[in-house]
């Protein structure tokens, strides 16, 4: 029986007696650990797949887990979730007391400053989580991006089919910016200081003569500061937060040089 059907017929009820359910939970967890399996993954057309079994998996690994101490040098923890381990062999640099927990996936050349890296999540090649960022459950890193100082990104576990929170490849995060309630946002785009996104924040279009107002998505290579937008109340008129799109990262260069151009070209702090 295949590793999806196991999981999808276990019943929560019995699972604390069930070994073979146990074992498959755990092989699930193993297999996202390894970057063997994700929890969501982008189709040819560029949109998203959920792999609903996985986070229900990682629900059932929660009941099933032993809370235990562990002692880290001077450190003491007690939790369920061991720490990950072999990370010289994975070729990952993890800064003290940056915690990347078991059951995540953190791919060759990235870099976890004091920051956290929830079980579920997936961090791509090459990407730096900051001082103080955090990568919630089942939350997708793509290659090559910069979460920056503060950053926090959302987790998302029930309902199991619901999209994580999404960073494609080569986006940057700037400082104590927040992403949850599974946005997404697209290659190589750029979050100014301080943006929030949620399911319902609007994010207003201003390049064209009118704005154009979407939720859930930033699109490729945009440049994005926080802003607000009026909104009437029975007690009045309000600002309330938006996310601004004013720009974008010019094709005519590299991410690195492109990146630092959008910076001085529209003043954001990162």
Sequence with gaps: MALQEKIEQINVETLSSNQSAKDAVAEAIAELD????????QLPDGTWSVNAWLKQAILYYFKIAEMKVMEVGPFEFFDKIPLKKNLKEYGVRVVPPGTVRFGSYVAPGCVIMPGYVNIGAYVDEGTMVDTWATVGSSAQIGKNVHLSGGVGIGGVLEPPGATPVIIEDGAFIGSRSIVVEGARVGKEAVLGANVVLTAST??????GESETITKGYIPERAVVIPGTKAKKFPAGEYHTPCALI?????????????????????????
């Design 34 to 41: 390894s970057g063997k399996r994700r929890v969501a993954e």
């Design 202 to 207: 609007p994010i207003v279009d201003v390049r």
């Design 246 to 270: 004013i720009g974008e990262r010019k094709a005519s260069t590299d991410r690195k040089t492109s990146l630092n151009e959008v910076l001085r070209e529209f003043a954001i702090q990162v």
